[in-house]
């Protein structure tokens, strides 16, 4: 049986999904994933309920999500049609934004609501993404976010506390608690001490 070929928008899903196959998009495993790129627990939770408002069929909202399911019509930007400005290094929140709109292939067709949504989804990527010294997101960043393939990179700078999310952005309250009780609850270690 071949592996069905995946939007950058599914790709991105998947790290939000359990590893089965298909794979599915459950409130556990997007909780999970996102603690684990170093949103506060209850930041987490609401990320969760979100995909399932987005995503789930309605009106099974508990149901599992699977990934090659939603239709495409439900996709959200990646930002996949633009050519990134040669030479720059970082993007802004701002930056990123105006990108959306300068893309008309990534606008076509689509309402107020979706170009709402897809702003949304952009603003989540640099949320989650963006270095917590300069608030900035590197080129690297945004190029694999292109290809849906951005978060795992992530997750292994907010292993280490030199990228702590702040808590303007959904970053926790408290490094030390946090860390230790999502790994004890939901087995995900996230902000570890370098010194342990």
């Known amino acids: ?15 939000f999904s359990t590893p089965t196959s298909p794979p599915r998009l459950t409130f556990g495993s997007a909780l999970r994933a996102g603690v684990s790129i170093g949103l506060d627990f209850p930041v987490a939770v609401l990320l969760s309920l ?11 909202l508990w149901s599992p999500i699977v990934v090659d399911k939603i239709p495409a019509s439900a996709h959200r930007t990646q930002l996949s049609s ?23 292939e990534e606008n076509q067709g689509k309402g ?29 960043d945004v190029e694999r976010f292109q290809q ?3 978060e795992e990179p992530v ?3 907010r292993r280490g506390r030199e990228d702590v999310l702040p808590l303007w952005r ?27």
């Open 155 to 157: 997750v292994k700078r």
């Open 1 to 15: 049986m071949s592996r069905p070929t995946y939007s950058a928008f599914q790709r991105h899903l998947l790290f």
């Open 112 to 140: 107020w609501l979706k170009h709402k949504i897809d702003q949304g989804h952009v603003v989540g990527f640099w949320t989650m993404a963006a270095s917590a010294r300069t608030h900035t997101v590197r080129r690297d």
């Open 82 to 104: 633009i050519d990134l400005p040669k030479g720059k290094a970082d993007y802004t929140c701002t930056e990123l934004l105006s990108l959306l709109n300068k893309s008309a």
């Open 50 to 60: 979100s995909l399932r408002l987005m995503y789930a069929p309605f009106p099974f």
């Open 170 to 196: 959904g970053g926790p309250i408290w490094v030390g608690g946090h860390s230790w009780a999502v790994w004890k609850v939901l087995g995900v270690r996230v902000y570890e001490d370098k010194r342990r």
């Open 148 to 150: 849906g393939e951005w």
